[in-house]
């Protein structure tokens, strides 16, 4: 169900907080030039509530499931309902929204995004699940193919609705990489895999090799991942306690040691499958709160259901990172953007 109304987003507690976008009280800095530390490798510069429970052309906006950067430099955001907009980079404000379907024109469960080098959209659907090439206006170009294991039960071994969340082109552009949710049945608590495609010609992807991952709990999923230029990744591990709240983690990890496990029919902890090695880069809820409010209880008022990931430039040795939360167009979330500075 989509919510129509427009609310007035404002965040509390921001009396010392400097405004930088057209979109009113919406946006907290830190008063650090730097931004203040979450860890010894990140730190938090501004958080912004500017699209909270907005509606555009007649779209709700929020829901937000991916960022990508595009080719004209404007922000590619998708919300898992099948809507894919194109925000300002510097305000946030949406200039365009595109209606996104299946090949029977029924929506998505759009959950991942690339953008591809030629400004086609890669988009991973959590159903089935899915990875559809998409043109600008949303036309389908092309259908990856999926391993079977892969697909939701019965036709594979996945969960509906913990399947393809993240995705990203490895550096290069020749490998395409999609993160799993959670772990498929039979495979261990926490291993999560992580499929690649290859390019071929035409500029459609073959399968390639898979890993494992591991979480640190298992009520923790891998909402996005994210490609580093020399083929690392930044990874989120993001989970949900009621009553408690959000954990949301950012780590640093290597795939390019890790065992090919397309091959491996069940991941049981076996000595022989060297999984993705990975670093804890930082606790979100170790951030300092910038004035955040939040609408249910969090271990961080800064805290709520952050999904999407993307990197958008470098500072001074260390990557710009923004990430956005999925507020389920629920009355007790928020839609809201984190400007992250990360040293890896």
């Known amino acids: 169900m989509r919510l129509r109304t427009v609310l007035a987003t404002a965040t509390a507690g921001l009396a010392a907080a400097t405004c930088l976008t057209a979109a009113g009280p919406a946006t907290a800095v830190s008063n650090s030039r730097t931004g203040n530390a979450c860890s010894s490798s990140v730190s938090i510069d501004r958080f912004s509530d500017a699209l909270d429970k907005t509606t555009y052309d007649g ?39 595109v209606q996104l379907a299946d090949e029977n024109g029924a929506a998505l469960d759009s959950e991942g995004l690339a ?71 039979g495979d261990t608590s926490g291993a999560v895999r992580f499929q690649t495609w290859t390019r071929t010609k035409g500029d459609h992807f073959r399968l390639a090799a898979q890993y494992a991952y591991k979480t640190d709990a298992a009520f923790l999923g891998v909402p996005e991942v994210q490609a580093l230029p020399d083929g690392r990744l930044l990874v989120l591990e993001r989970g949900f306690t009621s009553g408690v709240g959000n954990t949301v983690r950012l780590y640093l990890a290597d795939p390019r040691r890790a065992t090919d496990t397309s091959g491996v029919e069940y991941l049981t902890g076996q000595p022989g499958v ?71």
């Not at 779209?59 to 300002?88: Q, Y």
């Not at 990975?278 to 951030?287: S, W």
């Open 274 to 344: 060297r999984l993705i090695k990975k670093t804890l880069l930082a606790d979100i809820a170790d951030c300092p709160s910038l004035g955040a409010t939040a609408k249910q209880p969090q271990p961080n008022p800064l805290l709520d259901n952050i999904e999407g990931m993307v990197i958008t430039g470098h500072d001074k040795g260390r990557l710009k990172v923004l990430l956005v939360s999925d507020d389920n167009a629920g009355a007790t979330q928020t839609t809201r953007f984190y400007y992250l500075r990360v040293r890896v």
């Open 59 to 97: 779209t709700f906006v929020g829901n937000f499931s991916a960022l990508a950067v595009d080719k004209d430099g404007s922000l590619a955001a998708l919300e898992d309902r099948s809507s894919l907009f194109d925000l300002d980079a510097r305000t946030l404000q949406p200039k365009r929204v």
């Open 115 to 185: 953008v591809d080098r030629d400004g086609t959209r890669l988009i991973t659907s959590e159903t089935e699940p899915s990875i559809r090439r998409y043109s600008v206006d949303g036309r389908i170009l092309d259908r990856l193919p999926v391993p079977s294991s892969l697909l939701v039960a019965p036709a594979g071994r996945a969960v509906s609705n913990q399947t393809f969340e993240g995705l990203t082109l490895l550096p290069g552009g020749h490998t395409l990489l999609a993160s799993m949710e959670y772990p498929i049945a």
